[in-house]
């Protein structure tokens, strides 16, 4: 009895010791911040040109984190680059095609983008409440336009039915958001969308500037030429698709890189046109965009994300030297007679992630010529040129006087080889490759 009666008292007087601090937390809980709402209103934090630079800022770093693999995984398991993941839940109902609202990298890249979106409408809210010069004006307006377009076209690739599902593309896309606010609001066409986005790049293209004034890792002109570039082609524009891979590539601002690897630390890359920039910062940290691909494909003993087994003797085609072509960057996984098929494109601790590459301006060029049928000679030498990169000679090379569907079919395999570990926005199933493989294959034997 005096045991219980002991108890009793100490449960009296734990309940009191709790009941104190939360009758303080309800009196804290009903005093209101001083600013009106719970929320600084966006015209006290956007005051200054620097404030206005740090919001678009933020806009590439949310874009930074969708970016770094995660965006691009989740893509690449609705291709044919990737066999089934090994223990990653999320990207494994992906694969299955079985994803539900309970995927949370899923939501995470679909809300990334959309808060891209969010801050980019907060720049036009604001743009002309703060004293800025007019080549300042446009250059915020320019990249704002640039980067809700390219967050918009992201969304709908992946999350409707691709352009000319149906005849007037009447099918259902996303949302458009131009406005900021919580409200629902129903899915667009696919057809809207795409209007949408152009209407972005054409803003984006008469305000950028050439070569932006900060940093190469920001929308430039150029940037806003090769997204639209790859929106016509997958609306099968080929002419206009075309003329703007054309535009960028004869603009010489940038070159084919030396290597197959396209991510690449310190520098991004000659190819690079819109990358996301990894750094070591003054404090010695580094700030890493390349999670997404490395936590995925890394330790190599045990990657999450394989290949199968066509595309890697696909890449193995052809090649003569297995250290520095496109061949050495991908190996057999004999894990006790258990077979895989892996990438070392992300085994560096951090690198920089390309967006919009030369290499993607070339196949554009090269397979809208090959639609249209007409400047076959120079879709053969963009095919040639990357073919010569990969392979380190001309053995791959396509023959003088290919035919427009050769080239169709080139463009359409080097675009699958290039950029395996990428979203292969316009993937199809490929044909089994007609060589065997001429050396003999890296073999990651575990113990």
């Known amino acids: 009895m005096k045991k219980s009666t002991t108890y009793n008292r100490f449960l009296i007087i734990l309940l009191g010791v709790m009941i104190i601090p939360i009758s303080a937390c ?16 966006t015209d006290q934090l956007v005051e200054t040109r620097d404030d206005m ?16 693999g995660n965006l691009q995984n989740l893509f ?69 336009s640039f980067l809700r377009a ?30 900021n606010s919580v409200d629902n609001i129903e899915r667009s066409t696919v057809q809207q969308v795409y209007n949408q986005i152009l209407s972005d790049l054409a803003v984006a293209k008469e ?33 206009l698709a075309y003329q703007l891979a054309d535009e960028v590539i004869s603009s010489k601002i940038y070159t084919l890189n030396a290597g197959v690897n396209k991510y690449q630390h310190p520098q991004p890359g000659e190819e690079s046109i819109f ?42 085609e052809f090649s003569t030297n297995q250290d520095t072509l496109r061949a050495g960057l991908y190996q057999i996984l004999d894990n006790d007679g258990n077979i895989s098929y892996i990438t070392t ?33 120079q879709a053969i030498g963009d095919i040639n040129a990357i073919r010569e990169r990969a392979w380190g000679s001309v053995v791959a090379n396509l023959p003088s006087g290919a035919s427009d569907q050769d080239i169709i079919e080139a463009a359409r395999n080097e675009r699958r080889l290039e950029f395996p570990t990428g979203w292969c926005f316009n993937s199809r199933q490929q044909k089994e490759p007609q060589c065997s493989n001429s050396i003999q294959p890296v073999v990651v034997k575990l113990k």
């Open 207 to 239: 305000n950028l500037p050439e070569m932006h004034p900060l940093s190469p890792a920001y929308a430039n002109k150029s940037a806003a030429k090769a997204l639209e570039a790859e929106v016509r082609f997958q609306m099968h524009e080929y002419d």
């Open 53 to 68: 630079q740090e919001l678009l800022n933020s806009a590439y770093d949310v874009l930074g984190n969708t970016y770094n």
């Open 76 to 144: 690449n398991c609705l291709n044919d680059n990737l066999v089934r993941p090994v223990q990653q839940d999320d990207l494994t109902s992906v694969w299955l095609r079985s994803t539900s609202i309970f995927n949370g990298s899923m939501a995470n890249v679909f809300n990334n983008l959309y808060f891209t979106v969010f801050r980019c409408n907060t720049v036009f809210e604001e743009v002309d409440n703060i004293e800025l010069s007019s080549l300042e004006r446009s250059r915020f307006i320019g990249e704002a």
């Open 345 to 377: 494109m992300f085994e560096a601790e951090f690198f920089n992630i390309p967006v919009l590459t030369l290499t993607q301006m070339h196949l554009i060029r090269a397979e809208s010529a090959g639609e249209l049928n007409s400047n076959l000679d």
């Open 275 to 316: 990358y996301i920039f990894s750094a070591e910062l003054n404090n010695g940290t580094i700030d890493n965009r390349a999670g997404g691909f490395r936590g995925n494909y890394f330790p190599l003993e045990n990657p999450s994300l394989r290949m199968p087994e066509d595309l890697y003797d696909q890449m193995l």
């Open 150 to 179: 390219l967050a918009h076209f992201e969304a709908v690739r992946g999350w409707a039915q691709p352009y000319g599902f149906t005849s007037d593309n009447s099918h259902p896309g996303v949302a458009i958001r131009l406005e």
């Open 26 to 41: 309800e009196d804290l809980l009903e005093k209101r911040p001083d600013t009106d709402g719970a929320r600084i209103p």
